[in-house]
């Protein structure tokens, strides 16, 4: 009976524990970054598109063989008391097919152009793929980093409204006993239930701010969670920033390959083909009618209205704006990275300041709550502590989350 007994006191106490973590897990920034991945629609897309350009070589690749062509046709033109097509045209009636062999002798550099044109289409979604990689990780850090905050916000709100009621308890005899006012004490009174009303605004605004957070990594279980402190490193400015300017080279790459499939668009073309025909009137020895052919065909360009030059005068002004747009944005960037490190300099000299208020305002406190014990304390000086520290608690949270999205916005640009 012992064994059952203590059998049954741990599968209660199992399935109890288990209820607990169910209910409250915890997860940190890794979780979501990684899930947000896995359920990116438009990563999915991008990496569909760059597989796609497999198949786009082999396409260009299949083209560049011999081509093959079947035509077949038929024609009948009855006529009736001498109304209808003059049989000697038509025949009466007729059957033809086709098959044709054909082959471009110097599409080599033309094949060679487009594969470049595809190499470069998938070069282009590779890094279309990373940059949004780059840009879900952002976004998905600031919001965790918001949602974050909401919770420790949360969190010493509930600290502060535990202090508070642990005092009324003492103030609420004392004012009994006539040690302090009835009107002192409404005051404290006031004081705490205002801080009742900013701990469940803090809870609401937690629960929105969480609930942000799995909406933008496709999260939809709404289970209580209890979010790890970030850690989020940071890296000395890099000296080689060439992720940014990729996209650069990509378009200009795009840019010369056009204007190389222009040039060969104006080259000779050479082509030679093989037929072997069936063609009847089906009136006379039908099954003798089979024939074929070979052939070539060559083509110079001449004359196309200076069409030429005008495609190459369009491809330079694109040059022109790429260069522009390239050297705006490098200096651009440059400054960027330098005003985050300024900011972020500026923002880890307030630290000690603001530490140093919240010790002397929780030393304060402290020194506050036992004169407001022995009655030798107005309580108006305690909420005044009391405000004081809950200033400074507030402002080194809002300090340390700044300074982690501005290192968030730092890594990010720094590539």
Excluded at 201 to 226: H, P, R, V
Aim: with cysteine.
């Amino acid at each position: 009976m012992n064994l059952t007994y203590q059998y049954l006191i741990t599968c209660l106490l199992f399935i109890l524990t288990s209820k607990t973590v169910a209910q409250t897990q915890v997860k940190d920034l890794s979780y979501f970054i990684t899930t947000a991945r896995a359920s990116s629609q438009k990563l999915n897309d991008l990496q569909n598109q760059r597989k796609s350009t497999k198949i786009d070589s082999m396409m260009v690749r299949s083209s560049s063989g011999t081509q093959v062509n079947a035509n077949v046709s038929g024609m009948y033109a009855p006529t009736y008391k001498s109304l209808g097509y003059d049989a000697i045209i038509t025949n009466g009636q007729s059957l033809e097919s086709i098959l044709t062999f054909s082959y471009d002798l110097l599409n080599k550099k033309k094949i060679n152009n487009r594969l470049e044109s595809v190499k470069i289409l998938s070069d282009s979604l590779k890094y279309m793929e990373r940059i949004s990689v780059y840009e879900l990780d952002r976004t998905i850090v600031d919001q965790y980093l918001v949602a974050y905050s909401s919770q420790e916000q949360l969190n010493f709100n509930n600290e502060v409204v535990l202090l508070l009621e642990k005092e009324n308890d003492v103030l609420k005899k004392l004012t009994r006993s006539s040690v302090y006012k009835q009107s002192e004490y409404l005051t404290f009174l006031v004081t705490l239930q205002q801080q009742q009303l900013a701990t469940k605004q803090a809870e609401l605004q937690s629960q929105n701010d969480f609930a942000t957070l799995s909406y933008l990594s496709g999260i939809s279980d709404t289970t209580k969670t209890k979010l790890i402190e970030p850690k989020l490193d940071y890296y000395p400015k890099s000296t080689d920033k060439r992720f940014f300017l990729k996209r650069f080279e990509i378009d200009s790459l795009k840019n010369n390959n056009l204007k190389v499939g222009i040039k060969l668009n104006y080259k000779p073309k050479l082509g030679v083909y093989a037929t072997a025909r069936y063609s009847s009137s089906l009136t006379l020895q039908p099954y003798k009618n089979f024939g074929g052919s070979i052939g070539f065909i060559f083509s110079v360009p001449i004359y196309d209205g200076h069409q030429k030059k005008m495609q190459y005068d369009k491809l330079s002004l694109s040059a022109n704006t790429i260069s522009r747009y390239q050297t705006f944005f490098a200096n651009q960037q440059n400054q960027q990275l330098n005003l985050i490190v300024q900011q972020i300099a500026q923002t880890d000299l307030l630290f000690n300041k603001i530490n140093e208020q919240i010790r002397f305002s929780k030393s304060l406190i402290e020194v506050n709550s036992k004169l407001l014990h022995a009655g030798d304390l107005r309580i108006t000086d305690f909420i005044i502590a009391i405000n004081s520290y809950l200033a400074a608690k507030n402002l080194f949270s809002q300090t340390e989350i700044n300074r982690l999205k501005l290192i968030n916005q730092f890594n990010y640009w720094n590539k």
